[in-house]
């Protein structure tokens, strides 16, 4: 039996904040999904999507990383 067993802290945090930037979430979610799969946490995917949600917030100034 094979079972997959996910952290849904990062699922919450990457739906947040594509959300709130008024995307979708999908294509994140498959990466999410792809990382935790591979044993990692997925903590890149979610740096991503916090990186989106401030540009199209505009709390970040363009070029800022």
Not at 23 to 35: K, S, T, V
Not at 44 to 60: C, E, N, P
Request: charged share 20%; glycine share 8%.
């Amino acid at each position: 039996m094979s079972t997959n067993v996910f952290d849904f802290r990062q699922f919450q945090t990457v739906r947040d904040n594509i959300l709130a930037a008024g995307l979708n979430p999908a294509p994140l979610f498959r990466q999410l999904r792809a990382e935790q799969r591979a044993g990692n946490r997925g903590q890149a995917v979610v740096a991503a999507a916090q990186k989106l949600s401030r540009q199209f917030r505009g709390d970040m100034p363009p070029g800022a990383a």
